[in-house]
């Protein structure tokens, strides 16, 4: 593998990460927005499960996106590319 593709694969999962993060926060803060809207009015079921879904979904979003954000500046710091 040519310096040049790892430094596009490396920039893609970059790309993909901040992605990943930026999805993983909105999930969080549409979570928490819906938390507080059922906590201002009533917590109906489909509110509660919408709740769920929004922090379920967020977690398995933002964990391995955090984890290869990292790994991404890891291998940035130990090989630095062109």
């Known amino acids: 593998m040519s ?3 790892l430094a596009a694969r490396r920039r893609l999962i970059a790309r993909l990460t901040a992605i990943g993060q930026r999805i993983g926060y909105l999930l969080y803060l549409a ?3 819906l ?3 059922g906590f201002a009015t009533r917590f109906h079921s489909p509110l509660v ?3 769920i879904a929004c922090l379920v979904a967020g ?3 933002l ?3 955090i984890v290869f954000s990292h790994a991404v500046k ?3 710091r130990e090989d630095p590319l062109p």
């Open 3 to 5: 310096t040049d593709d």
């Open 31 to 33: 979570a928490a927005a």
């Open 35 to 37: 938390f507080f809207t």
């Open 49 to 51: 499960a919408a709740v």
């Open 59 to 61: 977690s398995l979003v």
């Open 63 to 65: 964990a391995p996106a």
């Open 74 to 76: 890891a291998a940035d």
